[in-house]
């Protein structure tokens, strides 16, 4: 037995464009634009210069960078080894037991980062 489907109205496909349309900013203040990012417990906030060799420069202060590195861009994609000597700017990073900066987060330069604890700083003249 069939049975017969309702009387519907059927959108036209420049009608439901519209319609979404119109929809479309009372969306946008509902709806967070991006999740906030949550950095894990222990990590450490700075600029960094990253040199050539084994090293990485937070605040004027050197961290030796450890075996695994891994190093995130603002996208969250990972930065090859090759392209990080003379790289500058902000970063979020965490250390091992043994010392060794083992995670680094780069974040963009009016990047608002709140719950994690600033590194030490031992720049004499300029304040970061």
Do not use: I
């Amino acid at each position: 037995m069939r049975v017969a489907a309702p009387n519907l109205p059927s959108l036209s496909l420049a009608a439901a464009l519209a319609l979404g349309g119109a929809c479309a900013p009372a969306l946008a203040q509902v709806l967070p634009t991006a999740p906030a990012r949550v950095y894990p417990m222990g990590s450490l906030m700075g600029y960094a210069t990253f040199g050539a060799g084994p090293t990485l420069s937070v605040n004027c202060v050197s961290y030796p960078l450890g075996p695994g590195l891994r190093v995130e861009n603002t996208q969250q994609r990972v930065v090859l080894l090759g392209q990080l000597p003379g790289l500058k700017g902000p970063v979020v990073f965490q250390r091992d037991s043994m010392g060794n900066v083992f995670r680094v987060w780069l974040l963009r330069d009016n990047q608002v980062v709140g719950g994690v604890t600033a590194a030490p700083n031992r720049c004499l003249f300029r304040q970061f």
